[in-house]
């Protein structure tokens, strides 16, 4: 059997990070003495696998390792080269696109342009929006887990949203619609900095499928962003979706099935309240989400996708 390979990466999302060290390799991440974003390392409280091992930034240019997997502009354009060698920087290289673009949403190039990199995107969606130029991709899509003990009972008859730092993102991530929906209806927000909206305050990665369990129906405001970890989860436990008709949300919530869908945020609205009113349906669309769910993101399927990807590029 061959050995594992030895990836360099950065602690960029939490959860992904996590779903990624589910891949049979290890995985360098680098800290630095304050922690700073990228930096971070084995943070949070995730349940970090042995194979996620910290190199401190001083270490980086004596350590070896097989591949450098980019998660951010940042990394790519600062990090690398402040901290590796030449000849590192040589390595196989794949750069992994969590977003959309955020300037055009058409007409943006992408930072990389290096036929030599692999550039992974986590959406279709997000693959078709960028202009990747001259450089090679891909599609990986998410692969997610949640205890299979865990389902939707529809106990609270309330709505939850979950985005991080809403109130600082306002339009994009769908500010506005959350409150147009809570104006008349009753939801909760979780998520890093919710309590600024109103929300609940973050809830420890691990706690989310139970306590999302409990509601009777996930809304998803967002107008422009890649396909939500936390959604995709919330599918999974068995809570219908309510959401924007946008972005690659729109090919995973089957409309009218495992959830509602609209560009109008007032139909959002009523589809809120319907779902609310009447457990039984909201039940039934929870069902149908959490088959398309576990059908479509898999966390086996999502490893033997990236086994490919770094087996190919180290190749």
């Known amino acids: 059997?061959?050995?594992?390979?030895?990836?360099?990466?950065?602690?960029?999302?939490?959860?992904?990070?996590?779903?990624?060290?589910?891949?049979?390799?290890?995985?360098?991440?680098?800290?630095?003495?304050?922690?700073?974003?990228?930096?971070?390392?084995?943070a949070g409280a995730l349940p970090w696998g042995d194979n996620v091992v910290e190199v401190p930034v001083d270490a980086l240019a004596t350590t070896q390792f097989d591949c450098i997997l980019f998660q951010d502009a940042a990394a790519w354009n600062e990090g690398q080269h402040r901290y590796l060698t030449e000849a590192q920087r040589r390595l196989p290289r794949i750069y992994l696109e969590h977003d959309p673009p955020q300037q055009h949403p058409t007409d943006t190039r992408h930072p990389v342009d290096d036929p030599q990199v692999l550039l992974v995107h986590v959406t279709a969606f997000n693959a078709l929006m960028w202009d990747s130029g001259r450089t090679p991709t891909c599609v990986i899509e998410h692969g997610v887990m949640v205890p299979d003990e865990v389902r939707c009972t529809g106990e609270l008859p309330r709505a939850i949203a979950v985005v991080n730092n809403l109130a600082r993102r306002g339009r994009r991530l769908g500010l506005d619609v959350f409150q147009q929906v809570r104006a008349s209806l009753q939801i909760d927000l979780v998520g890093m900095g919710s309590e600024q909206c109103g929300g609940l305050g973050e809830i420890a990665n691990p706690e989310l499928p139970h306590f999302l369990a409990r509601y009777r129906l996930y809304l998803h405001p967002v107008r422009w962003t890649s396909l939500g970890l936390s959604a995709i989860e919330a599918m999974m436990v068995g809570l219908p979706v309510v959401g924007l008709a946008t972005t690659e949300l729109v090919t995973v919530v089957r409309d009218g099935r495992s959830g509602c869908l609209a560009t109008d945020p007032q139909k959002l609205v009523d589809a809120t309240r319907r779902l609310l009113a009447d457990p039984a349906e909201a039940a039934a669309m929870g069902a149908c989400a959490r088959h398309d769910a576990r059908e479509r993101f898999a966390i086996g399927r999502f490893v033997a996708d990236w086994q490919r990807v770094f087996a190919d590029v180290v190749r």
Not at 5 to 32: A, C, E, K
Request: charged share 10%; aromatic share 14%; proline share 10%.
């Open 1 to 42: 059997m061959a050995r594992p390979l030895r990836i360099l990466t950065w602690h960029v999302h939490g959860n992904y990070m996590y779903y990624l060290s589910q891949v049979p390799h290890v995985f360098l991440l680098p800290v630095d003495a304050a922690r700073s974003p990228g930096y971070s390392g084995r």
